[in-house]
């Protein structure tokens, strides 16, 4: 009995650092989900190391980053048991790089890092040669916008992505105010939010130069209002603010009274909007 037990121990002395490797490796290969104060919303690897697109990546399975390329930009090596953060759609894949190695990809997004990013946090990396940007919750491969001519510097997006486990990436202004749908429009073209409901539901204004953050597909545009003023649609459909939001990352417009949604990457004016359990709306 006593060897019988020795024999047990030993196995389990062996065993549970190998359980504990695992473990670690599993959480080692997760991605996570960092709000930036001036970005939104932003892909890292577990450490915290922001990722990174290559606007120059534009065919599915293919890194345009070799030799030089690769070590300023340190592609992310693709794990057994990765995994995207509760509330991230998409998927998470592989590549085969020409050295052999095999790179993670984000609904066929080749990731990488930046060398020059010391700490977890750093994005010094976003908008490098107007062609290197961070990766949104949401994000797809290609086709992206032309970069600005050489010397010109990257324009600020008009619109970021805010994210939420419960919500999942959703679209907000340049300074982080969530912008919501209305399910009344239904026609191109035209706003059914007028009068009371323009004063608590504010329509976002389009402005001249109006640009998505890389990766976020879609497109921006404006309709002329009954007063007169312009107001940003995204894909069709129109944009508005809610009275009651005081603070970036405020989602208390979500699914007010049924009709009332936040308005999330790749939507479309008609597409059934994403429901959740509302956030409770402070006391006016």
Not at 89 to 102: E, F, H, V
Not at 251 to 277: C, R
């Given at each position: 009995m ?11 002395t062996?065993?549970l ?5 695992d ?6 290969s997760a991605?996570?989900v960092?709000?930036d104060p ?6 890292t ?11 120059k ?5 293919q890194s ?13 090596a ?12 998409g998927?998470?894949?592989a590549?085969?790089r ?13 990731l990488?890092t ?5 700490e ?6 976003e ?6 940007f ?27 992505i805010?994210?939420?486990a419960k919500?999942g ?6 300074k ?10 239904t026609e191109?073209g035209?706003?059914?939010c007028s009068?009371d409901c ?8 389009a402005g001249e ?6 990766g976020?597909?879609?497109?921006l545009?404006?309709?002329?209002r ?5 107001q940003?649609?995204?894909?069709d ?11 970036a990352g ?8 049924d ?5 999330t990457p ?5 597409d059934?909007?994403?429901?959740s ?8």
């Amino acid at each position: 009995m006593r060897l019988l037990l020795t024999l047990i121990m030993t196995a389990l002395t062996f065993a549970l650092p190998l359980a504990g490797h695992d473990v670690a490796a599993q959480a080692n290969s997760a991605l996570a989900v960092k709000q930036d104060p001036k970005y939104g919303a932003i892909l890292t690897n577990a450490e915290g190391k922001t990722l990174y697109l290559f606007t120059k990546d534009t065919t599915a399975g293919q890194s345009a980053c070799t030799d030089q390329c690769a070590t300023n930009w340190p592609p992310l090596a693709a794990t057994d048991g990765m995994t995207l953060p509760a509330g991230v759609p998409g998927k998470l894949g592989a590549i085969d790089r020409t050295d052999g190695s095999k790179q993670a990809t984000y609904n066929d997004i080749p990731l990488y890092t930046f060398a020059q990013d010391d700490e977890a946090g750093d994005v010094y990396g976003e908008g490098a040669g107007s062609v290197w940007f961070v990766v949104h919750p949401g994000a797809a491969l290609g086709p992206y916008p032309a970069a600005p001519g050489e010397g010109t510097p990257v324009p600020a997006s008009t619109l970021s992505i805010g994210f939420k486990a419960k919500l999942g990436p959703y679209l907000t202004d340049d300074k982080g105010k969530t912008v919501y749908l209305f399910e009344k429009d239904t026609e191109a073209g035209k706003s059914a939010c007028s009068g009371d409901c323009a004063a608590m539901w504010p329509p976002v204004p389009a402005g001249e130069t109006m640009t998505l953050p890389a990766g976020i597909q879609g497109t921006l545009g404006a309709i002329t209002r009954d007063d007169g003023s312009k107001q940003l649609t995204y894909n069709d459909i129109p944009l508005y603010y809610y009275a009651k939001d005081d603070e970036a990352g405020d989602t208390y417009g979500q699914e007010v009274g049924d009709v009332w949604y936040v308005a999330t990457p790749g939507l479309h004016l008609g597409d059934e909007p994403h429901e959740s359990e509302a956030e409770a709306t402070p006391a006016s």
